[in-house]
């Protein structure tokens, strides 16, 4: 399981069950689940007071208990195998970030075990990302992977089954749609919301101000005035957004930077052969690879499916326990 601030993913036998926002709807009064998932993320920031949508995990870790216990128990009822319901796995192996505390792990073990795991594990999210992108984490050679999430982006350098040097930063896709809000607010005197400055970033979101031929169009966005509540339509452009996001990006060029500094010189040497691998949804940020590549002068691969790369990882570590020490 991918639990993550923006998507939980699940996993099974190396196919994805459950792909839903990390998004649960609670009746206020009785603190009981009324969605999960896409259900309840129709409801984000559309709700009557009677509701309360809540994203339970913010910058990686879990920001409210029960409402994640929750969340992880509808996501798992949701499981279905063929035409009937999927009865909880006794066994579960969760990515956590690698710079989580005592304190926040033991709150995800916590959670899992209350939604119904009888056999918790918890493993960095990074080692996931790799074991999911197909990298032998257990050979004696330096592989480098940069997951970037929806609150935090995991970068690690990896080899005999350990983390070597490593970056927790939480600053990832939330940050950027924060970057993305702000900047419609103060460059167009629009407000948009959370949900629509996300969709600015799927669509015309960039890190560099020139993508030649991958250019998309220019994004419509509609939302009211700042000042006047009139009704505005303004038009965005990749180039815009790509210098929004200069700042946050640069936050993320520096700490790859600071891991490599940790590496010892002859995993640096298999990492320049190697290549730096890019997961997580940040991954898919129109000209990222490009920029990160001549900005650091390793090559960037983006993995084929980013978004699930933790998840297939959880699942692969979950079918293969007995060879995996590094599971906690």
């Known amino acids: 399981m991918d639990l993550g601030t923006a998507n939980t993913i699940i996993s099974m036998g190396g196919k994805i069950m459950v792909d839903e926002p990390s998004v649960v709807a609670l009746d206020r009064r009785t603190e009981k689940m009324i969605a999960v998932g896409s259900k309840a993320k129709m409801m984000y920031e559309k709700t009557s007071p009677e509701i309360r949508t809540i994203r339970p995990l913010q910058d990686g870790v879990i920001a409210d208990f029960n409402a994640c216990e929750q969340m992880i128990r509808g996501m798992i009822k949701n499981m279905r195998i ?3 319901l999927f009865s909880p796995s006794l066994k579960m192996v969760i990515g956590v970030p690698s710079g989580s505390t005592e304190v926040e792990l033991r709150a995800v073990r916590d959670s899992a ?3 119904g795991g009888r056999e918790v594990y918890l493993i960095y999210e990074p080692m996931a990302a790799a074991i999911g992108v197909g990298i032998d984490v257990l050979a004696p050679e330096g592989n480098m992977i940069v997951d970037i999430g929806g609150g935090s982006t995991e970068i690690a350098v990896i080899s005999l089954g350990g ?3 490593d970056r927790s930063l939480r600053v990832a896709g939330d940050e950027l749609t924060a970057d993305i809000q702000e900047y419609m607010s103060r460059q167009h005197n629009v407000k948009v919301s959370e ?3 996300e969709r600015i970033k799927i669509n015309v979101g ?3 101000s020139d993508l030649g031929d991958q250019a998309p169009e220019d994004y419509i966005v509609y939302g009211p005035n700042r000042i006047t509540a ?3 339509k303004v038009a965005v452009c990749y180039q815009e957004i790509a210098h929004c996001l200069e700042k946050t990006i640069a936050k993320i060029e520096t700490a790859i930077l600071g891991a490599l500094e940790d590496t010892p010189p002859e995993l640096y040497a298999d990492i320049v052969h190697n290549g730096i691998y890019l997961t997580g949804g940040g991954a898919l940020l ?5 920029r990160l590549t001549d900005k650091i002068n390793i090559p960037f691969h983006v993995d084929e499916d980013p978004l699930h790369s933790v998840a297939n990882g959880t699942s692969i570590a979950l079918r293969n326990i007995q060879n995996f020490s590094f599971l906690m």
């Open 82 to 84: 063929g035409n009937r």
């Open 230 to 232: 009139l009704p505005m």
């Open 163 to 165: 983390i070597v040097a």
């Open 113 to 115: 075990e209350h939604a």
């Open 286 to 290: 129109r000209g990222l690879a490009k």
């Open 206 to 208: 960039a890190a560099l």
């Open 195 to 197: 949900r629509m400055a």
